[in-house]
């Protein structure tokens, strides 16, 4: 029963992004592990507040990932 947790900033995707993004992510674990245990194989997404994640010791807000990202703020 495998367990993914993804840790993202809080505000920089969508809910249909991240429904994206956990339907991804167990197609990519069941194509290790085996069609059988789609059904136990559990994805997380955790938000983390902007400016309690960090890079090179420069905290990030939503707007940066965007940034980064080439999207508008």
Known sequence: MPLVD??????VF???????????VTDAMVSVEGEKLRGVTWVKINEVEGGDWAIGGQP??????????????
């Open 6 to 11: 993804i840790h993202v900033i809080k505000g």
């Open 14 to 24: 969508t809910p249909e992004q991240k429904s994206a993004m956990i339907a991804k």
């Open 60 to 73: 990030l807000q939503a707007a940066d990932v965007r940034k980064m990202a080439g999207h508008a703020t």
